[in-house]
């Protein structure tokens, strides 16, 4: 599938940002250290609580905790009665060392809100306290959870955004080698998907992205990777093959130093024959989707098309 690209009209003013979009954007700063103290991390992971809190659209929508043998899980749900044939599982960013039920709620609810599905979203483990594969691990027994209920594999999309993009896709690469059937599509918003940092924007980006460093994709790097092989599809999913992967979408905004990450992903994707969408939202930055934005909007609506068409 050719690449998209979503443009300002032209003649339209540069974009702007309102008050309360630019306390979300510096929250959102503020859970980019680039040294992982301790201080830090705690520091980081009180401000995405406050971030989901803050900006998730909860109007008609109904959360339940709950707790998955250990594991931290929540369901968002329409509050009217809806279908629930298919389910997301949501995987939340944070460059694996940071990210919560609270911040999984913006993107869940719009999740929910647009395509109509339950969410399933769970706070897996985090590094550096549980380096990999801990997160792999919560990933595949909050699947196995969904298989218990009577999902099938092919009626659940799994989603996530920055290092979420990552897990999603290294769960579908475990799911593969352990000869399992794969969901029925991928959404990945901004996805982490190159632990070497070898795609050129890393560089060329370098000055126009308001929201990741180079140094913090080192630092988050090195807490959940270690010294594992970098180049293990299992932490650097673009590295494997991806025959029988299900349609996947994703969307990446032009401002990032991740850019290639898509781009790559695209590209091998596309060499192995799954149906994939690259999204290029021009002017937006590192999971815009989450912001109060109309380009944010038509994402999620783009999203839900996408699984009107595959599903």
């Not at 009209?9 to 974009?15: M, R, V």
């Not at 809806?82 to 719009?110: A, D, M, Q, R, W």
Request: overall charge negative; some cysteine.
């Amino acid at each position: 599938m050719e690449k998209r690209k979503f443009k300002r009209k032209a003649g339209s003013p540069e974009p702007r940002l309102d008050p309360a979009m630019r306390v979300l954007k510096a929250l959102h700063n503020a859970g980019t250290p680039e040294e992982l103290t301790a201080e830090e991390l705690e520091k980081q992971r009180r401000n995405q609580e406050i971030l989901g809190n803050l900006a998730a659209p909860m109007t008609g929508m109904v959360w339940d905790s709950f707790d998955i043998d250990g594991t931290p899980a929540a369901w968002m749900r329409l509050e009217r009665p809806h279908k629930k044939v298919h389910c997301i599982l949501y995987c939340h960013g944070g460059g694996y060392t940071s990210g919560n039920l609270g911040y999984s709620k913006v993107l869940s609810s719009k999740l929910t809100q647009r395509t109509g599905f339950d969410v399933l979203a769970f706070e897996y483990r985090l590094a550096p306290e549980f380096p990999y594969p801990a997160a792999l691990e919560d990933a595949e027994k909050v699947w196995n959870y969904l298989m218990q209920l009577g999902y099938g594999a092919r009626d659940i999309v799994v989603a996530g955004d920055s290092a979420g993009g990552n897990l999603a896709l290294a769960l579908c690469h475990k799911l593969k080698l352990e000869a399992r059937m794969l969901p029925g599509a991928l959404l990945l918003m901004s996805p982490w998907t190159d632990m070497t940092a070898s795609g050129s924007s890393y560089t060329e980006r370098k000055d126009i992205d308001p929201m990741l460093t180079i140094e913090y994709i080192h630092a988050v790097r090195k807490a959940y990777a270690g010294s594992h092989e970098l180049t293990s599809p299992l932490l650097s999913p673009v590295f494997g093959s991806f025959e029988g992967f299900p349609p996947t979408l994703i969307q990446v905004g032009s401002h990032e130093i991740l850019y290639s990450d898509s781009e790559l992903l695209r590209d091998k994707m596309l060499r192995d024959g799954v149906e994939c969408r690259l999204e290029v939202w021009d002017d937006m930055w590192h999971v815009f989707q989450m912001f109060p934005l109309k380009k944010s909007s038509y994402a999620m609506d783009s999203m839900a098309h996408f699984l009107l068409e595959e599903l």
